[in-house]
């Protein structure tokens, strides 16, 4: 596709303006007002330069240019116009659609992608829940955001490896081992692993409350835990493969996969190295028993690295992995989408990673989000197994939507197969709909709106746009997907501010990649649909004119790609019926 700002510098330099191109690149502005033109030169900084009033030298740009674009039959100019210290340029409406249907068209599914990434790894570690515990609504966040940041650095021609950090290891296996030793039942957590292993963790925290000698106890298991028990280690594997069952089931519903499920216990004999090479390096301090690495100098509590008891910890594990993956993969980026209530926990280790002379400390980036609470008022808290899981949400919004199918009389047989792809796409999308940093309260009447801005109406749209092409001719179809359209027929406002948000998708593909923020993705694809909505109701798209028609229908299959391509980026469905 052209880059049409670039374009018009090339013209500006053309007509002999004062300017670099570089310059103008940095000066072209992008009117707020769209009556003012697609791109606007401001002629202040040219003022100094040539010692005359701003508005005397824009008109004079303007009168060069026009004159350029009258006797360039290529030009992709339209009009140029003066208004103040401005320069106003109109871009060719025709030569834009049809540069832009074209490429979709040709592109299909790989239109947006580039290869800015040029195969640099980058890693994305994302869900990461712990083992034993449910995988609930919280957890839908870093596994959603995730998967689409994914998504995005691959559409943008990086190696992407997908990581599942399972929080498999820690202190509180010794709790659970502990809980099923005193009150457990095989069985039980054979029918129902999670649930009922949650239901032990709960109980040991009420009883331990009571009796504080569990938690020695408790310590005292996790102790032998680390130092290969064997009937520590079976039961840990045991709780650790119930667990992996369950959430594969959630991850197959979402259509989410990873390359490693390295978790925390992966790294629990790779960590003796770090802390050895801490000391070596003159980091470690000793504190009540316990290991710490002071981080004083730079505003935050120390970091504990090894317990009194010489039991690792989180942190510890944390930075193994860091060195791990820079040793495995050597990445461009490590990427971690983890929760906001982490931020000091990554701020402490990337700081640990930099004193101990890892210059790609500053290659890891933490990726935070917001709290996820329950309309109602409802807290969620794990101890008190007060939970509301992942999976029944994704099975309730499926259920839902099929009926609401029923009530709008769609046909039984194809409800199963749909209602999947718009329940599960309506929770993702609506995970995916806000600036990932704020809060926000899960609400079932904003998940399932079909007209708000909700993935349902998302895909309701791009389902008509499909089904505009159903009932078009085949013949027509096959000629506007051929491309070389009249796009001389596709000038009109609606048409045009489609074809301009198509033609920005490839930029916002690329700037939620930087600001790690698919939810800049989300929000362009919710104006493309509104756009198209806007056209297909202002303009008949199979009219009489054959050359009007097949332009219009190439136009609709663009933007039905265009918010495929998007859906899909985000971990979403397009279904071609609704
Ligand atoms: N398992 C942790 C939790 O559920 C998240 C792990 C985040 N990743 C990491 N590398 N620390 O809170």
Request: charged share 30%.
């Amino acid at each position: 596709m052209i880059d049409y700002k670039e374009k018009t510098a090339d013209q500006l330099v053309a007509a002999g303006v004062e300017l670099t191109k570089d310059e103008l690149m940095d000066l072209i502005e992008v009117p707020q007002d769209e009556s003012m033109g697609d791109y606007a030169l401001p002629c202040f900084r040219l003022a100094k330069v040539l010692r005359k009033a701003p508005p005397m030298i824009a008109a004079d740009i303007a009168e060069k240019l026009n004159a350029s674009v009258e006797s360039d039959y290529e030009s992709i100019i339209d009009k140029v116009v003066q208004v103040n210290a401005y320069v106003n340029v109109f871009l060719s409406r025709a030569k834009m659609a049809s540069d832009v249907v074209d490429e979709v068209l040709a592109k299909k599914d790989d239109f947006g992608k580039s290869d800015i990434g040029g195969h640099k790894t980058v890693i994305v570690e994302y869900s990461s829940p712990n083992i034993a515990k449910p995988f609930h609504i919280g957890h839908i966040r870093s596994t959603v955001i995730g998967n689409a940041i994914y998504k995005i650095y691959d559409a943008l021609g990086y190696d992407t490896i997908r990581i599942n950090h399972l929080g498999d290891y820690g202190t509180q296996f010794g709790k659970m081992i502990c809980a099923y030793r005193h009150w457990g039942n095989e069985e039980d957590v054979k029918r129902e692993p999670i649930k009922t292993l949650l239901s032990y963790y709960t109980k040991f925290h009420e009883e331990a409350e009571k009796d504080p000698s569990l938690d020695d106890e408790a310590r005292a298991i996790f102790a032998k835990l680390e130092n290969g028990g064997e009937e520590e280690v079976r039961l840990w594997q045991w709780f650790r493969e119930e667990s992996l069952k369950e959430f594969s089931r959630v991850y197959k519903m979402l259509g989410i996969e990873f390359d490693s499920y390295n978790g925390e216990s992966f790294y629990s004999d790779k960590m003796e190295r770090f802390v050895k090479e801490m000391e070596d390096k003159g980091l470690l301090e000793e504190s009540e028993g316990a290991q710490i690495v002071r981080l004083d100098d730079y505003d935050m509590p120390p970091a504990l690295i090894k317990k009194s008891d010489g039991s690792t910890l989180y942190i510890t594990r944390d930075i193994a992995a860091a060195v791990y993956r820079k040793e495995t993969y050597n990445f461009y980026k490590n990427i971690y989408v983890v929760a906001s209530q982490q931020n000091l926990h990554f701020q402490q280790w990337f700081r640990v990673l930099d004193l101990m002379g890892y210059d790609w400390a500053y290659d890891c980036v933490h990726v935070p989000f917001g709290l996820v609470s329950l309309a109602g008022g409802v807290t969620m808290s794990t101890r008190k197994g007060q939970v509301v899981f992942l999976e029944d949400v994704l099975n309730q919004s499926v259920e839902k939507t099929a009926e609401i199918m029923r009530e709008k009389g769609v046909d039984e047989e194809v409800i199963p197969e749909i209602a999947h792809q718009v329940g599960i796409g309506a929770v993702v999308f609506n995970e995916l709909s806000n600036n990932r940093i704020k809060d926000y309260v899960f609400d079932w009447d904003r998940v399932l709106n079909f007209d708000g801005e909700t993935g349902p109406y998302v895909q309701y749209t791009h389902a008509r746009a499909c089904s505009v092409l159903r009932k078009a001719d085949p013949a027509d179809v096959e000629k506007a997907l051929a491309g070389g359209i009249d796009a001389s027929k596709i000038t009109g406002d609606s048409a045009y501010d489609l074809v301009k948000l198509i033609y920005r998708m490839p930029a916002v593909i690329e700037e939620a990649g930087s600001k790690y923020e698919p939810s800049i993705v989300t929000r362009h694809i919710i104006q493309i649909a509104s756009t198209f909505n806007r056209f297909y109701h202002d303009e008949h798209i199979l009219v009489e004119d054959a050359d009007e028609r097949i332009a219009k229908i190439a136009l609709v299959a663009a933007a039905g790609q265009a918010i495929r391509n998007g859906l899909h980026l985000l971990g979403i469905e397009a279904p071609e019926r609704m």
